[in-house]
């Protein structure tokens, strides 16, 4: 059951930014801000400063995918934004999980 979506239009990107809330920790930064519906929106962000294309697709994955498994547990009916850092490159797939959800405890939007 697919439960979020993502965040696509740079509008929606700009409204996060300008509105929402934000933590960071050593590899990732998540901004949050509630949308007002029951599905959540993901959207992910890696700059080139983080390393070449095939970097960023990795980096891009391995942040999908750690939110797809544990969609379950987030609260839902918000817009989360997450940006890798020049640190993320290079890092484990349960490194990049961890400081996901690591975000998520701080933002308080665990259940």
Request: charge should be positive; proline fraction near 0%; hydrophobic fraction near 35%.
């Amino acid at each position: 059951m697919k439960f979020s979506e993502s965040l696509k239009q740079n509008a929606d990107f700009q409204k996060v930014y300008k509105e929402g809330e934000s933590f960071a920790n050593r590899y990732l930064v998540m901004y949050v801000l509630e949308n007002g519906t029951s599905q959540n929106r993901l959207g992910i962000s890696v700059s080139r400063k983080v390393g070449n294309s095939i970097v960023r697709h990795r980096i891009t994955r391995l942040i999908r995918e750690s939110y797809r498994l544990q969609e379950d547990i987030f609260n839902s009916g918000l817009d989360m934004v997450v940006i890798a850092r020049k640190s993320a490159e290079g890092k484990t797939f349960q490194e990049i999980e961890s400081a996901l959800l690591h975000l998520g405890k701080l933002h308080g939007i665990l259940k």
